[in-house]
């Protein structure tokens, strides 16, 4: 079991930046791969970011967010960062991060993962 809490949200005018923090418990944080999903008001959840077990290039990201956002993870921390930077307000959204087995492709689709935090709102106003 896996138990999953993001912090960091908040409200942040448009080409601002906010990390999000996502704290795992458990020793087996360095053996899932993690991800960032966000939910906007009225729509689907929509993958954001994932990174690998070990982390450094092993990166995804969504096109809407791709050189914006930063994803990166410290295994002696067992927590797994979002750094947004030039926010805009499209951005706004509650923001998940979730852990999997799977690395791959298939990193960003929500059904490949099992653990998920409760998160954490973004408010970006314009």
């Known amino acids: 079991q896996v138990q999953l809490v993001e912090s960091g949200g908040g409200l942040v005018q448009a080409g601002g930046s906010l990390r999000l923090s996502c704290a795992t418990s458990?020793?087996?944080?360095?053996?899932?791969?993690m991800g960032w999903f966000r939910q906007a008001p009225g729509k689907e959840r929509e993958f954001v970011a994932a990174?690998?077990?070990?982390?450094?290039?092993?990166?995804l990201y969504s096109d809407s967010v791709k050189g914006r956002f930063t994803i990166s993870r410290d295994n002696a921390k067992n927590t797994v960062y979002l750094q947004m930077n030039s926010l805009k307000p499209e951005d706004t959204a509650v923001y998940y991060c979730?852990?999997?087995?799977?690395?791959?492709?298939?990193?960003?689709?929500?059904?490949?993962?099992?653990?998920w935090g409760q998160g954490t709102q973004v408010t970006v106003s314009s």
């Open positions: 979730a852990a999997t087995s799977v690395w791959g492709p298939s990193s960003s689709n929500e059904r490949a993962y099992a653990y």
């Open positions: 458990g020793r087996t944080f360095s053996r899932y791969a």
């Open positions: 990174i690998s077990w070990s982390g450094g290039d092993s990166t």
